[in-house]
């Protein structure tokens, strides 16, 4: 809800003037928050109705009418998880807020029925030849199998689409006329949808040497074979805040030792550590870059993404980590794919 602002009072406001702020929003909600902007309760047409019929008056303070305990939402909590938790308590308005409990946004059921309109654009790299799942993909390109009903760079796009994205990039290669016929323009999916058509291997970068022109804005790139619940809006406002060159978003990965490791000096043991967990942030296969990074990125040649984030690196400029927390899956190998297949209808409905 763009003036959602409008909805926050103190709670030494009295009813009546809640009302008139509730009246004024039209949302059918105040949120009462302190002067650090913190969430400390909620006030609706029922709460004052109910304190009302309770003895309270029009002029009695909000704290003494607000409920305390309002049902909230993360900013980190993308489209589908807010959507859900709406669903779950039956509820038309939900306060977003930061980890500090202070109050970022307010959503509303009518912000699921219109999505604003993303000037950026998404490439996405599907022209990898799928070679971890080979016996799948003999005759079909990986981003086209088939994760429940539908395919799945299709659900990859669809998930950029319901928030707000319309521009894509497709860079193809391997059995790339299954993909262009699928998608045509792709205003079937109410997107536009251009392709970079590769006449050889490229990485997973070097595709945007083939833009046919410099993005005015900062963009998104994903790898064609993840499955994720990410809020990529907040990713890409989060790297324009920061005045970033390059965002990757990134991922904790668990590796555990199947023994004990033994600490050992001049052949006396030190410790023994039984099958010890070693922890590592990975790269998640999606990013954010700035026009000023693709300079960096050779002509028509093999280009993976570390090399262009090593270059920034080298570079001076500014990259940054994004951590991706919710449902993420990069269907690699066989049982990812047969996870993902367990997993789609409860995630992606």
């Not at 969430?39 to 909000?62: H, I, M, P, W, Y």
């Not at 980890?99 to 009518?110: F, K, P, Q």
């Not at 030849?129 to 669809?158: A, F, H, N, W, Y």
């Not at 965002?247 to 410790?271: A, C, D, H, K, L």
Request: charged share 25%; hydrophobic share 40%; aromatic share 6%.
């Amino acid at each position: 809800m763009k003036s959602w602002e409008k909805a926050l009072i103190s709670p030494t406001t009295t009813v009546r003037s809640a009302l008139e702020t509730i009246n004024q929003v039209g949302c059918q909600i105040a949120l009462v928050v302190d002067e650090s902007r913190r969430l400390l309760g909620t006030v609706s047409d029922g709460d004052v109705r109910r304190a009302l019929l309770e003895g309270k008056t029009l002029n009695s303070l909000v704290h003494e009418v607000m409920h305390i305990n309002a049902t909230t939402v993360s900013e980190r909590d993308d489209r589908h998880a807010r959507l859900a938790r709406m669903r779950r308590n039956v509820l038309h308005q939900l306060p977003v807020i930061d980890s500090n409990g202070v109050v970022v946004g307010l959503e509303t059921v009518d912000d699921f029925l219109t999505v604003e309109e993303r000037e950026e654009s998404v490439v996405i790299m599907a022209g990898g030849l799928g070679s971890r799942l080979r016996e799948l993909t003999q005759d079909t390109p990986k981003p086209m199998l088939r994760v429940g009903s539908r395919p799945l760079l299709e659900t990859i796009v669809r998930a950029y689409a319901d928030q707000g994205f319309r521009d894509f990039y497709l860079a193809v290669n391997y059995k790339a006329e299954q993909i262009e016929t699928h998608f045509g323009d792709g205003s079937d999916l109410g997107v536009r949808v251009h392709y970079l058509r590769e006449n050889k291997r490229m990485g997973t970068a070097g595709a945007l040497s083939l833009l046919p022109e410099r993005p005015e804005r900062p963009f998104v790139v994903t790898n064609a074979d993840l499955l994720t619940k990410e809020n990529f809006a907040y990713m890409l406002d989060q790297h324009i805040e920061a005045g970033a060159d390059g965002t990757m978003g990134v991922r904790e990965y668990e590796m555990q030792v199947p023994f004990g490791v033994v600490v050992e000096r001049e052949g006396r043991i030190q410790s023994i550590e039984e099958k010890p967990v070693h922890r590592f942030t990975v790269s998640s296969g999606m990013y954010v870059l700035s026009p000023q990074a693709l300079d960096l990125v050779p002509h028509d040649q093999f280009f993976d993404m570390p090399a262009l984030f090593d270059a920034m690196v080298a570079k001076g400029m500014l990259t940054r980590c994004h951590r991706i927390n919710g449902y993420w899956l990069d269907i690699g190998r066989l049982p990812d794919f047969e996870r993902a297949n367990r997993d789609f209808d409860e995630i992606f409905p």
